[in-house]
């Protein structure tokens, strides 16, 4: 695991902590919906409640959770990379259909959730918040890496999801809750192997303590 990518995703974990009435992160962080389809935390109901991780309550404890099955995805779907561009052995050439970023995510996602749209729009209009520096700790990557596929939105939304790793982890935080269940869109999630490692979401609890009892520190997020 490239030591940037835990790092990158704790921080963007402390920034839901600290905004977590932004419409996005109200999506994250909504209970359980009981819809195996589209929820993976419904998907996961029984892998959560084996490890004492209930999400039948909306509040910042689903968030987490659902953050803590995100890293397990990102590490299936890229190693924890954020440079990764599509599948070559695939034929998802076009700017819609090819895929990029830690979470392999493509832009014919955007409908599932009126909160995606609204997420390229921020990024694409102020980078500042991308943590490239943080995610890119450990991380190699190759001219082919940053080939992306196509023009218009599809090709944006590739440099972007590579460019952008925060964009990318609140993206696919999203998905996870609107098209991550069985007929979702990762493959790791539909055959549950993504992993929830216990570990991930002790780090993650010690992130929001720290947020907590240190509110000051969301300006610098």
């Known amino acids: 695991m490239p030591k940037g990518y835990i790092k990158g995703v704790a921080l963007v974990f402390a920034r839901a902590v600290c905004e977590q009435q932004r419409s996005d ?5 909504q209970a359980n919906t009981g819809n195996d389809v589209k929820d993976a935390l419904s998907w996961y ?5 084996g490890l ?3 999400n039948d309550a909306a509040g910042v404890d ?3 959770h659902a ?6 995805l990102g590490m299936r779907e890229s190693s924890g990379e954020h440079c990764v561009g599509r599948d070559t ?3 998802n050439t076009t700017a819609d259909s090819a895929e990029a970023g830690a979470w392999q995510t493509s832009w014919d996602s955007h409908g599932a959730s009126a909160e995606l749209p609204k997420l390229f729009d921020k990024y694409k209009a102020d980078d500042s918040g991308c943590l490239l520096s943080t995610f890119a700790e450990g991380v190699s990557c190759s001219a082919t890496d940053w080939n992306n596929w196509g023009s218009g939105d599809g090709y944006d939304f ?3 999801e590579k460019e952008c790793p925060a964009f990318a982890a ?12 069985s007929k979702g869109h990762y493959g790791p999630l539909r055959t549950k192997a993504a992993e929830i490692r216990p570990e991930c979401d002790a780090l993650l609890h010690q992130v929001q303590e720290i947020v907590e009892q240190n509110p000051g520190l969301c300006a610098s997020l």
């Open 170 to 181: 609140e993206y696919a935080a999203v998905m996870l809750r609107v098209a991550g269940g």
């Open 25 to 29: 992160v109200l999506v994250v962080s």
């Open 62 to 64: 689903t968030l987490r």
């Open 158 to 160: 590739q440099k972007l």
């Open 67 to 72: 953050y803590t099955l995100l890293i397990g």
């Open 45 to 49: 109901n029984s892998n959560f409640t």
């Open 89 to 91: 052995s695939a034929s």
């Open 52 to 54: 004492s991780m209930p």
